[in-house]
């Protein structure tokens, strides 16, 4: 059962690890780069444009109506914090489990993870109207003697996804330190050395300073563990503590967290087989890895799937004909167009990874990642816009339609996060170089082996 | 590797994160101090267009604020009072001052005095002056010892947070109905046996609610 595939291939020796990664920052950039970041930051202007206009003019400018008065801000959100879990869970919990396929995806995962969660934090805070006293979020102290409500998951969600985003910036830092070093080392320029010297904290690379380093780690990946849990569980107790019929539900913090972790993978994947095949990483990220992350995406969408079905079991099972209508209309009502897009692109187009053949080719995993993507969207826009569009009275009923904005900003979202990816690529190792020399053969010399006459040294094989 | 940093760069990085702690806390300070009623508001002290001294006739002469502030006792609003309340003592007293010449004026021409406002609360804040006589707080709970005022000014902050001090915890502001309009009054030693009589009787209970003042 053990696979023993290695887990970086070609002759991979120390230096040439360094030397690999490195040269992807201290070389020209590839010409892809700066077409990718032409297009990703004119993106990202478009969103900051509509956000000015959002401020001057007021939520009036998005689809949002009465009933439906969270629009695609929230699905958003919600879509872009989800795909942050994929970094945490890779960093934290695959490293608590020794799952050492990691070391090669876990640094841009997390990358991905903190600029997904930027790109999340947009939304709730410019959907608030007068967004020049969202710090009213924050427990200020003030002459009104007004605190934010505690017992409202809106304030739960302040904190779950501020530590998420803390603590996820310190993990991802730490793993950085020794990387950072290596290129202050290596570093031609007065300037690039003082950066690189300053935010590689003075490291040695001492037998002393790796011990307290993997300690902290180790404490780090601990900490940051509960959160992927517990940070998309908060979001959906935006959702499970209300009253709305379809929203009311105690699965949702399971059925969430699923649906992050498998909407993370996929956006990974997507990330993952582009920068691989830009910058010649075959070797480093292999069919190995994108295996075991499609198996992954196949074990979620499977959980997501149960979910979906969990949801119409216990509508019908809990008799209450709201919930029951709830459903009903979800998937045959005015929006079955988008439950059917999410159930087939989250429940049926991954049951292909089942077959070796697809999991482990690229053309096929890409557009799957893709549809996940889709799919997971969709998920979030039927939950919000479902629910409220048809409530308790049909007399409020209406169907919400997004506007120009609506769509300029989710499109200028993608822009504000691939723009802080590539440069993410462009100035920082993306692959973890410490660690996947620690995976090296080389790093695991067998010198104690008692067993045989000669005690000379040598690769276990 | 050449040296990058000298030896005191080993600092920095306690100071740097010291200095961040202070600056956030000093932030915090400056706001909570500086951009609050208690700094901005205490203190307002506008000319007024007549200079009518509360002082000489609240204090020296002991008249009752009800005599000009008429409606205070049956109506959210506390009237400012009309030209002919003035003239009600005006036309025998003082006939000739130059201060009262505008009062004159107004009086034949039946324009009134534009007022210069001191205590004013915010248009979204609803506040009923009737409901608070009725309950005991005095006059001088929220608009301070204004007997002895030659100039009106603002005493107290009337600020959310100063409201909900007294709303929370009303029991050192209620006085009996006929010591409404005393100055320089303080509880008696009694006050607390005083108070939870007297919010059972009148069934006192100052809401907290958002809805309360936020109607």
């Known amino acids: 059962m053990l696979d023993n595939t290695p887990l970086v291939l070609g002759n991979e020796t120390f230096s040439s690890i360094t030397d690999h990664i490195s040269s992807i920052t201290e070389r020209k950039a590839p010409k892809q780069w700066y077409l990718l970041l032409a297009l990703a930051s004119s993106l990202a202007l478009v969103l900051f444009g509509m956000i000015g206009y959002l401020f001057w003019e007021g939520t009036g400018i998005w689809g949002i109506q009465n009933p439906v008065g969270w629009g695609w801000a929230i699905v958003n959100f919600v879509f872009w914090v989800g795909i942050g879990h994929a970094g945490t869970l890779i960093s934290a919990i695959l490293f608590l489990l020794r799952q050492k396929w990691r070391t090669s995806i876990n640094r841009f995962a997390e990358a991905m993870t903190l600029f997904a969660v930027l790109a999340a934090g947009i939304f709730p805070a410019i959907h608030v109207g007068r967004v020049w006293v969202v710090y009213y979020m924050f427990p200020l102290p003030n002459q009104m003697q007004m605190w934010p409500n505690f017992r409202s998951p809106l304030l739960w969600d302040v904190f779950a996804v501020g530590t998420y985003f803390t603590v996820s910036l310190l993990f991802w830092f730490t793993g950085l330190v020794p990387d950072l070093a290596t290129y202050r080392d290596r570093a031609k320029t007065k300037i690039k050395k003082m950066v690189f010297g300053i935010l590689s904290l003075g490291w040695r690379g001492g037998n002393r300073q790796w011990k307290h380093y993997e300690m902290t780690y180790l404490l780090l990946a601990g900490l940051s563990t509960p959160l992927v849990l517990s940070v998309h569980s908060v979001v959906s107790t935006d959702f499970a503590t209300s009253v709305i019929p ?139 816009v479902t629910s409220l569009s048809r409530d308790f009275l049909p007399s409020a009923w209406d169907y919400f339609t997004p506007t120009i904005y609506d769509i300029g900003m989710f499109i200028g979202s993608f822009g504000l996060f691939f723009t802080l990816f590539l440069l993410f690529v462009r100035f920082l190792p993306m692959i973890s170089m410490s660690e996947v020399k620690g995976v090296l053969p080389q790093a695991d010399p067998h010198y104690y082996d008692h067993e045989h006459d000669t005690r000379k040294g040598g690769q276990h094989v | ?175 009996p109905r006929e010591d409404i309009t005393k100055m320089n009054w303080t509880p008696p030693p009694d006050q607390m046996d005083f108070a939870k009589k007297i919010i059972e009787e009148k069934n006192i209970s100052p809401p907290t609610d958002c809805s309360g003042c936020h109607r």
């Open chain 1, 246 to 384: 379809g929203w009311h539900t105690t699965i949702f913090p399971p059925y969430f967290v699923a649906g992050a972790i498998f909407s993370g993978f996929a956006m990974v994947m997507t990330l993952a087989i582009i920068a691989r095949k830009i910058y010649g990483l075959e070797h480093l990220i292999t069919m190995k890895h994108l295996d075991n992350m499609n198996k992954i995406i196949l074990l979620t969408g499977m959980i997501v799937g149960f979910s979906y079905g969990m949801e119409f079991f216990i509508a019908w099972y809990s008799g209450n004909p709201y919930e029951q209508f709830a459903f009903v209309n979800r998937a045959f009502g005015p929006y079955a167009w988008a439950y059917w897009i999410m159930v087939s692109c989250n429940v049926l187009i991954p049951q292909l990874f089942w077959s070796r053949k697809i999991r482990r080719s690229i053309p096929a995993m890409f557009i799957i990642s893709i549809f996940v993507n889709i799919g997971m969207w969709f998920e979030r826009f039927v939950i919000v």
């Open chain 2, 1 to 175: 590797m050449a040296q990058l940093f000298p030896k005191w760069t080993n600092r920095l990085p306690i100071l740097v994160l010291a200095g961040l702690v202070f600056l956030l806390v000093f932030i915090v300070f400056i706001f909570w101090y500086y951009a609050t009623p208690k700094y901005l508001e205490v203190g307002y002290r506008p000319e007024q267009p007549v200079p009518y001294s509360h002082k000489l006739h609240a204090g020296d002469m002991g008249m009752d604020c009800r005599y000009c502030h008429t409606n205070v006792e049956q109506s959210a609003h506390a009237n400012v009072p009309s030209t002919q309340t003035c003239m009600n003592c005006h036309t025998n007293v003082a006939t000739e001052s130059e201060k009262l010449l505008l009062v004159r004026e107004s009086w034949a021409s039946g324009k009134p005095i534009e007022w210069v406002r001191v205590h004013s609360l915010p248009d979204y804040a609803y506040f009923d002056h009737s409901a608070h006589i009725t309950a005991g707080v005095g006059c001088e709970s929220c608009h301070g010892n204004v007997a002895a005022m030659e100039v009106v000014e603002q005493k107290k902050p009337l600020s959310m947070g100063w409201c909900l001090d007294c709303h929370r915890e009303p029991e050192m502001h209620l006085r």
